[in-house]
């Protein structure tokens, strides 16, 4: 059984950082594709960023974050991260992580075959 467990989520001051977590089991993590997606009240899910599971790690941004959040992942651990550096209030959402089984760095929801249950957060002005 394939679970995916996102933690570091909470409320932050915008420009402070923030790290979430998203812990893996039941899958082999290096062999796949990791994304991160949010979704806010009333608007669809989004795409935030991806990374290969190549020891390059391509990684893939939205603009809307692009410069500002950084991916990365450690495969020993089974984990992805993602950095939220100058994070601002329109970034708060519930931001979910996801496994792919696709190589490259997909971008759109049904390109991701496992997810997590999501990790609330909110940026306050």
């Known amino acids: 059984q394939v679970q995916l467990v996102e933690s570091g989520g909470g409320l932050v001051q915008a420009g402070a950082s923030l790290r979430l977590s998203c812990t893996a089991s039941g899958l082999t993590f290096s062999r796949h594709t990791m994304g991160w997606f949010r979704q806010a009240p009333g608007k669809e899910r989004e795409f935030v960023a991806s990374i290969t599971w190549s020891g390059g790690g391509w990684t893939n941004y939205a603009d809307s974050v692009k410069g500002r959040f950084t991916i990365s992942r450690d495969n020993a651990k089974n984990t992805v991260y993602l950095q939220m550096g100058s994070p601002k209030p329109e970034d708060t959402a519930v931001y979910y992580c996801?496994?792919?089984?696709?190589?490259?760095?997909?971008?759109?929801?049904?390109?991701?075959?496992?997810w997590g249950q999501g990790t609330q957060v909110t940026v306050s002005s």
């Open positions: 996801a496994a792919s089984k696709k190589f490259g760095v997909p971008q759109r929801p049904n390109e991701y075959n496992y």
